[in-house]
């Protein structure tokens, strides 16, 4: 990732921009009553309130100090939770995760928001809330330190957010979501008071299995090996069960109204944002 890579991220602005919007409406906004910048409304002066705020113009028609009252919105946070367990560093998938990852924290300091970038494996490691480049270019230093590792707890992981996370906040969840099921479908529920997105990324042969003959596979996260011929009718079995599986996640993400996206490392990855911000045109 360089500046020429998050220069070109300034197309898609609208991205984030839209979902920002969206979370501040309604029950997603978080106002209160104070010296913010959208004036609100009027009420009577009273003594020690500052006379900077008194509408001058009021008083000329009125003959009655008034104070103009104003919202103060609280900023919505940007979280990143992005999967850096062993099996996202088969291929360039966690290469890829980073990039999209990256890509939302930018365009979140782009809308003059803060962002949070956290890994998971078996345990949340959140990251900072913070905002301005000098934040996100430390944030990109960090991932390019960090190497996937070990096992997937994203149900445990998915808990720990919740408990962390003291507002509502737009919360992009980034992983292959190869885990039980049972545990990403409990996770989506649990993540859903966010305005939420999923980001899966797969390898090219995790997603065709695009094997024939003899092979030896080994999971990354647990080391175990299986020899097996890769014929035409495993091949359709491994694909139906993918597909199975996909679909139970994506089940799960229109019940509470969350999106989801789904890309292999062979797409470009402007390409895969394009994609993320003509689906930003139909939340307008």
């Known amino acids: 990732m360089d500046t020429e890579f998050l220069r070109e991220l300034d197309r898609f602005t609208l991205l984030v921009k839209k979902r920002v919007s969206t979370a501040y409406t309604g029950a997603r906004r978080s106002v209160k009553v104070g010296r913010g910048i959208s004036p609100v409304g009027y009420r009577e002066y009273r003594k020690g309130d500052d006379f900077k705020f008194v509408d001058w113009k009021v008083y000329g028609r009125r003959e009655k100090l008034y104070v103009r009252e104003h919202e103060e919105e609280r900023s919505l946070v940007v979280h990143l939770l992005l999967d850096t367990s062993a099996s996202m560093g088969y291929g360039d998938k966690f290469k890829f995760a980073t990039m999209l990852a990256a890509g939302f924290s930018y365009m979140a300091i782009q809308e003059n928001e803060k962002f949070s970038l956290s890994t998971f494996g078996e345990m949340l490691e959140p990251g900072e809330t913070k905002g301005g480049r000098r934040n996100l270019f430390h944030a990109i230093e960090d991932l390019d330190r960090t190497a996937p590792k070990g096992g997937t707890d994203i149900k445990r992981v998915s808990e720990q ?124």
Not at 224 to 252: F, M, Q, W
Not at 254 to 265: E, I, K, M, Y
């Open 161 to 284: 957010f919740t408990l962390m996370a003291r507002s509502t906040s737009l919360v992009v969840l980034i992983s292959d979501f190869l885990d039980e099921i049972e545990d990403l479908v409990a996770s989506i529920y649990k993540l859903s008071a966010h305005d939420l997105i999923l980001i899966q990324v797969l390898d090219p042969s995790e997603a065709k299995l695009d094997f024939e003959g003899d092979a030896r596979f080994i999971d990354l996260e647990t080391n175990e090996a299986v020899i097996t011929s890769v014929s035409p009718r495993l091949k359709d079995e491994y694909l139906g069960k993918l597909e199975e599986h996909n679909n139970r996640i994506a089940e799960a993400c229109n019940r509470v109204g969350a999106d989801l996206f789904s890309f292999t490392t062979d797409k470009p990855i402007f390409d895969a944002f394009s994609e993320l911000n003509s689906r930003a045109q139909v939340w307008r």
